[in-house]
């Protein structure tokens, strides 16, 4: 094993420090599964992933040194701002990385030839690879998304020249998001609360699921709040097969109406750095997304459809189609993952549907409708 020691990295040009800072708005750390060991004889790639928000798109300047068995590499983000509330934030992360094969530490600097965000990151060689990719996520909000993968895996996927293809259990295990909670009512419109929404309609599609034999977790089941990273840590951990959110929608037109489905889309990242010792564990790595890519498309059609299909059997829906997307939990989650907007708030006509019992008990009928066909049996 080899040991990295990183080098000083160039100051920072005085122009660029008399721009405007760049604020880091939100930062999240999405842990998979057991560090991404084997779960129950089912291997993960993905030992997790943390994502940082920007106002603008952050240049990003890296620098490593080698030195045996581990890796110590500096990413240099300049003339990035960040405020108490994101330093506390940054600090639970390295807390919580403290239980992982991999290490992150954060440095704000103020220098007067050097101002901006300092990570450094320590994993052993052999074990752990590194990337991070740009993204634009809903709402166009200017993101980087920096992922570690589980090298020694890699290797074996590369000796025996296979893909991962994750195939449902003999008992799946679904993983539904109700979306919002507690101190976040998300989407408020005509006295309904997105919150109580997604919180009814995620507690019927669990009970006509568990009815149907399959193991299925939530990520609440009260009024309460959850970090978008915690319900992607907790779906990583339960090796769900796949992970569908629930939300309600709003818009400044109140006229806006129906439904639409979201799927996670890696052909939205745009590729920065990789840092990997071969040309193959990269592309095992790229391969891998493409993957969770093509199979949460698959299940977007198949939970979109049946949706579509259940409540228009009833009521006069705008179908606002299936879309690629990258959010938090589509981003964090390591298994297929779509995201329902189920109607909007904002909108008189919905706001009334989505309150009344059995039109959520309708959209959950169709969604669990749609999660049986994705996994063969229906």
Do not use: W
Request: hydrophobic share 40%.
């Amino acid at each position: 094993m080899k040991r990295y020691v990183f080098a000083a990295l160039c100051c920072m040009p005085l122009a660029l420090i008399a721009q405007r800072a760049n604020i880091l708005k939100k930062a999240y750390f999405h842990q998979g599964a057991n560090q991404g060991v084997q779960v129950k004889g089912r291997p993960q790639i993905e030992l997790g992933t943390i994502a940082f928000y920007f106002d603008q798109t952050p240049r990003i300047e890296s620098s490593i040194v080698q030195k045996k068995g581990e890796t110590l590499q500096l990413l240099f983000l300049p003339n990035i701002a960040v405020t108490p509330e994101l330093m506390q934030a940054l600090a639970a992360i390295r807390t919580q990385a403290e239980n992982q094969p991999f290490s992150v530490r954060f440095a704000v600097k103020n220098d007067a030839s050097r101002k901006g965000l300092e990570i450094t990151l320590t994993y052993p060689t052999d074990a752990v690879g590194v990337k991070y990719d740009h993204f634009n996520s809903i709402g166009l909000q200017k993101g980087i998304a920096l992922r570690f993968y589980n090298k020694s895996l890699i290797s074996q996927i590369n000796q025996i020249g296979k893909h991962i293809i994750t195939t449902a259990a003999l008992t799946p295990r679904v993983f539904i998001d109700c979306g919002h909670g507690g101190v976040d009512c998300g989407a408020v419109g005509n006295a309904v609360k997105e919150k109580d929404v997604s919180l009814n309609v995620g507690l019927s599609i669990a009970g006509l699921l568990k009815e149907q034999g399959l193991c299925v977790t939530l990520s609440r089941i009260a009024d309460e709040f959850v970090p978008l990273d915690a319900r992607t840590t907790l779906a990583n951990r339960s090796n769900a097969d796949l992970f569908v959110s629930i939300h309600a929608n709003s818009a400044p037109n109140a006229a806006a109406n129906g439904i639409e489905t979201f799927f996670f889309d890696a052909d939205l990242l745009k590729e920065g750095e990789c840092f990997f010792s071969t040309l193959c564990e990269r592309k095992q790595a790229k391969d891998q997304q493409q993957i969770k890519q093509m199979k949460s498309n698959q299940l977007a059609h198949h939970v979109h459809s049946a949706l579509i299909s259940t409540v228009q059997s009833a009521h006069s829906v705008i179908d606002r189609t299936i879309k690629p997307a990258i959010s938090q939990v589509l981003l964090g989650t390591q298994m297929p993952s779509v995201l329902v907007e189920i109607g909007f708030v904002t909108n008189l006509q919905e706001a009334v549907l989505l309150s009344q019992k059995a039109y959520q008990e309708k959209i959950a009928h169709g969604i669990a409708t749609g999660i049986m066909h994705y996994l063969g049996r229906a």
